[in-house]
């Protein structure tokens, strides 16, 4: 079993900044990768970014390139999320994959609680 901990969510105003964590433990040791996903109600929950644990190469979804960062360090992983726009309004999600930073999402075996990003144009 792999916990998993999200936080720093918040209100922020378009074009501004927020930075979420998310906290792992128990079984990390079988985690390849650590993915973030967003989801707004009655939408579709969709890939954001991920990070191979062991290597730090990371993946984005187009419509964060250039904007968001992910990156990990020993306990946690990180989303610095800039110039952010009203359409990244959602609850954010950490997950873990035994797969690689490409794995579909059907591959996150353990999902976070979430965290509310909202943000005001």
């Known amino acids: 079993q792999v916990q998993l901990v999200e936080s720093g969510g918040g209100l922020v105003q378009a074009g501004g900044s927020l930075r979420l964590s998310c906290a792992a433990s128990?079984?990390?040791?079988?985690?390849?990768?650590i993915g973030w996903f967003r989801q707004a109600p009655g939408k579709e929950r969709e890939f954001v970014a991920a990070?191979?644990?062991?290597?730090?190469q990371p993946s984005y979804a187009d419509s964060v390139k250039g904007r968001f960062t992910i990156s990990r360090d020993n306990a946690k992983v990180y989303l610095e999320m800039n110039r952010l726009k009203p359409e990244d309004t959602n609850v954010y999600y950490c997950?873990?994959?035994?797969?690689?930073?490409?794995?579909?999402?059907?591959?996150?075996?353990?999902w976070g609680q979430g965290t509310q990003v909202t943000v005001s144009s």
């Open positions: 997950a873990t994959s035994t797969g690689w930073i490409t794995a579909p999402q059907s591959r996150y075996d353990f």
């Open positions: 128990g079984r990390t040791f079988s985690t390849y990768t």
């Open positions: 990070i191979s644990w062991n290597s730090g």
